[in-house]
Structures are given as structure tokens and as C-alpha cells.
């Protein structure tokens, strides 16, 4: 798994910086615009450290939202199965907001957070929020008749009970969902950091535009890849343990 | 005990027929009953009625004694987290308890008990769900289709040991096997579609039960009639 990953992230970047250097070389662009693959390895050698600690700064902040967008989705939707009004006015709310764009709404949270990590952090949770929410949402307000019928017949359904038997019956639905919001949250961090913030990779990539280093930015997208690749393996590999472990006897 | 529908006409939101229209049945006690009839007409409907999962129906269903209805059907499962046995465990009453191991024996199932329920074949599955309502505290039980997929001898084994086990309570089995409710049940109600009058027959079943003697001729005149009336 972690291979394929990584290996399918090197196609795809080594892919682009062909792209970038045939460009360069067809239309005789000078090293100042697109620097040369001598230029782009020096900048690696001496910026990797440095921009590898960024990368990580970056990680744990999208960790941390796409942590609690996770617990925030969990706790809005098992509210919003409720009743179907609750769900249904949830769910437009979710529609409405989400189709601002983020970058129309930072300014805002910075204005009033600040340029720190709460900015960061709500704008990493925020940008993957939404779809989360609105997984969640249909996974726990759509009834597993065949399994709740005994229990709700019976007297025994209790919210918990509910709840478990849903997470538990679309656990792969779920997991899918988490994985694939993992790179939106890495994404609202850089967004975040570009904007406004004083840290983390999107902060080096800022410096590095206003520098016009493309060589700069060229190294930050290679680390910026290795992380997301690790991080979403990391929760690709939580999700099939954890469907091995509940299917296995 | 007994369970009474009197003049019941009834039709589905936004349907343009009536699923029942002037419909009596009379359940006149406890013991194994059927309701019987082709698909469509209306058995399951019915059976939601009883236990009160549809509402808003004109007419009038009579319970006397009966305190707690419960509806189990084919397609149940059990919750994929544990295993049957666990599941039983959780769930029987500790009233059921006693009645957990004759009932798991009866029904054949001793050897799924340590596996989880999508393990088990169709059949399987069916008893073990079969086994979680029998261990609740019911006055009518109604089976839709509780038994498909399990074997013709296991079914008449487990019929008659339900039938030995809980004489004091009411049971009423949905099935297409003319055979089958011919023999084992007391009353065989037949439900007819809407445009046959009464909508509903009731017959007198052979209510075979376990140690009894046979009698292939009252067996015959009583498939006869279900199929008449029918």
C-alpha cells in the first residue's frame, strides 16, 4: 500500500517536472523563470531540512483538523438523525456554507483569530468539514431496518445501540469518506499558511513566490506529496485493520 | 386470549386500490395459526397492522389479552459484532434462558453458535433469528417467512417443538406452503384479493401435533379447503 502510494505520487510529480522542464527548454525560458535540474537539486540539498520540518508542522495541524472536523461531523450528524427536519436543515446549512470558497472566508477568521495556529487549525477543519458531514449525515439517518426491526420491536434501541449499528454496517463507506477528506484538510492548512499564517509549509511557499524561487517551490510540492502519501496510508491502514478486525471471528 | 378485525378497509398513501376493503378475521386463542395467500394480497400489511406498525386504517382490531405483538421476517440479521451465541446472550431475557439451549438444540444450530451471522447460510441465519423472538416475552408472534430456506424436516422438527414448547401463546405463521400450514396450524386464515367476498376465509388446519397420531384423510379435506378457499 505504501509503496503504491508513494511510487504513484513520483509518476505523477517526476511527470510534471518533465512538463515544467520541456517548457522550459522548448521555449527557451531562462533559469530565472524555470530553473535547471541542477538548480532545482541544489535548492533540494540545501532547503530539504528546513522545508521537511514545515511539511511536518503542516501535517500535525491538518491532523489535528481533520481530528476534530471528524468528531464535529460525528457528533452534528448523530444530532441531525434525529428527526428528519433536524437532518434535512442541517444538511442544506452544510450545502449553503461549503459553497463559499475558503479562500473568501480566511480573511475573516484571520481578522479575528489572528495569524496563529487557531487560524490554521479551523480553516484545515472547515475545508474538510463539510464533506464529512455530509457522509455522515446520510450514513447515520439512513435506518439498517433488517438489523434495528428486532431491537426496535423489542424495546431494547437506545441512541448508542442506533448509532453503533449504523457506523458499524457502512464502516467501509465511512473510512472511504475519512481517507479521502484526509488531503482536503492537508490542503486547508497550505491554503490557511499561503494566506496568512507565520508557519508551516504554506508559509515557506509564500516566501519562496514573493522570492520568484520555483526551485523553492518545486521542493516544497515533492515533501508536500511524500507527507499527504504517508499520512493518507497511515489512515488507509487504521480503516482496513480496523474492518479486518470487526469481520474476523 | 383472542385477537378480532372487524370491518377494516384500508388503502396505501397515493395508491389508487384498497388493499382491504371490508375486511373480518378472528383469531380465537393461542396456538399455531396461519394466514395464507398468494403474493400481493395484502398478509404482510395485515400482519404490520396487528402490531400496530400501520395505523390509520378504518375499522377495528380487537385484543383481548394480548399485550405484545412481535413481527419477525425472513430478512433479519443479527448485528455483525459478535457472534450468535454472544448475541443470544445479550438479548435473552433471564426468563428465556432456560428455553435458549432446548430451543438452539431443537433448531439445529449448536455448531453456528461461535460464528458470526453472515457466516451462516441462508437457512441458518433464518432459525438463529427465529430462536432471539422466542426467547422474548410475547403473547403473538407473527413469522413472515420465518422458516424459507430451512429444510422440510428441520421445519416440521422445529414447528411441532414451538407448538410443545409455548402451548399458551399465539402464533401466526406466514407462508405459501399449502402443505405445510395445512398440517401444523390450528386456524388458517386465507386472505383472498380485494375483489373476492369475504376478502378473508378462515379454515379449520389439521394442527398436527408432536406424538400425535395421523390422519392422512383429515390432512387431505383440510389442504383441500385451503386451496378451495384460496
Known amino acids: 500500500m505504501l509503496h503504491r502510494r508513494v511510487y504513484q505520487f513520483f509518476i505523477i510529480y517526476f511527470l510534471g517536472l518533465g512538463l515544467l522542464l520541456a517548457l522550459k527548454y522548448g521555449l527557451s525560458l531562462s533559469d530565472y523563470v524555470i530553473p535547471s535540474p541542477a538548480e532545482i537539486w541544489r535548492t533540494g540539498r540545501s532547503y530539504a531540512g528546513h522545508y521537511l520540518l514545515a511539511v511536518l508542522n503542516t501535517l500535525a495541524v491538518a491532523i489535528l483538523g481533520h481530528i476534530l472536523s471528524i468528531c464535529l461531523a460525528t457528533a452534528v450528524a448523530i444530532i441531525g438523525r434525529l428527526t428528519a427536519w433536524i437532518g434535512s436543515f442541517i444538511r442544506t446549512a452544510a450545502f449553503n456554507i461549503q459553497a463559499y470558497p475558503i479562500v473568501a472566508v480566511a480573511p475573516i477568521i484571520f481578522i479575528l483569530l489572528g495569524d496563529g495556529l487557531a487560524s490554521r487549525l479551523l480553516i484545515a477543519a472547515m475545508i474538510c468539514y463539510f464533506p464529512l458531514l455530509l457522509s455522515f449525515i446520510g450514513v447515520f439517518s439512513e435506518p439498517v431496518r433488517e438489523i434495528e426491526h428486532f431491537y426496535e420491536s423489542t424495546g431494547r434501541m437506545t441512541w448508542r445501540l442506533q448509532v453503533k449499528i449504523r457506523a458499524f454496517e457502512n464502516i467501509q463507506k465511512l473510512t472511504t469518506v475519512i481517507v479521502g477528506s484526509a488531503t482536503m484538510a492537508m490542503v486547508g492548512t497550505i491554503v490557511a499558511e499561503f494566506i496568512a499564517a507565520t508557519a508551516g509549509i504554506g508559509y515557506s511557499i509564500r516566501i519562496a513566490l514573493y522570492q520568484s524561487d520555483l526551485g523553492k517551490i518545486l521542493v516544497a510540492l515533492f515533501l508536500i506529496g511524500v507527507g499527504t502519501s504517508l499520512y493518507l496510508v497511515s489512515l488507509e491502514w487504521i480503516g482496513n485493520a480496523l474492518q479486518a478486525r470487526l469481520k474476523s471471528i | ?230
Open chain 2, 1 to 230: 386470549m383472542q385477537l378480532e378485525g372487524r370491518r377494516i378497509f384500508f388503502r396505501y398513501p397515493n395508491a389508487s386500490a384498497e388493499v382491504f376493503s371490508d375486511l373480518y378475521f378472528r383469531i380465537p386463542g393461542p396456538g399455531f395459526h396461519a394466514l395464507f395467500g398468494p403474493s400481493g394480497v395484502g398478509k404482510t400489511t395485515l400482519a404490520k397492522m396487528l402490531t400496530g406498525a400501520i395505523k390509520g386504517f378504518d375499522g377495528e382490531i380487537a385484543a383481548n389479552g394480548v399485550r405484545r405483538v412481535l413481527y419477525t421476517y425472513n430478512l433479519e440479521r443479527l448485528p455483525g459484532w459478535s457472534n450468535v451465541r454472544a448475541h443470544f446472550e445479550e438479548i435473552a431475557p433471564s426468563a428465556g434462558r432456560r428455553s435458549m439451549d432446548e430451543l438452539i438444540e431443537t433448531f439445529g444450530i449448536e455448531a453456528s453458535l461461535t460464528s458470526r451471522f453472515h457466516r451462516l447460510s441462508l437457512g441458518q441465519q433464518n432459525r438463529a433469528n427465529l430462536i432471539r423472538y422466542l426467547l422474548q416475552d410475547f403473547d403473538l408472534l407473527i413469522m413472515d417467512e420465518s422458516l424459507a430456506n430451512v429444510d422440510e424436516l428441520t421445519r416440521e422438527k422445529i414447528i411441532l417443538k414451538v407448538k410443545a414448547m409455548f402451548p399458551e401463546r399465539c402464533f401466526l405463521y406466514i407462508s405459501h406452503n399449502v402443505a405445510e400450514v395445512a398440517k401444523f396450524c390450528s386456524q388458517v386464515l386465507v386472505l383472498r384479493s380485494q375483489s373476492r367476498t369475504p376478502q378473508l376465509a378462515s379454515v379449520q388446519g389439521y394442527d398436527h401435533k408432536e406424538g400425535a397420531a395421523s390422519d392422512p384423510g383429515r390432512l387431505e379435506r383440510a389442504m383441500l379447503e385451503i386451496v378451495h378457499a384460496a
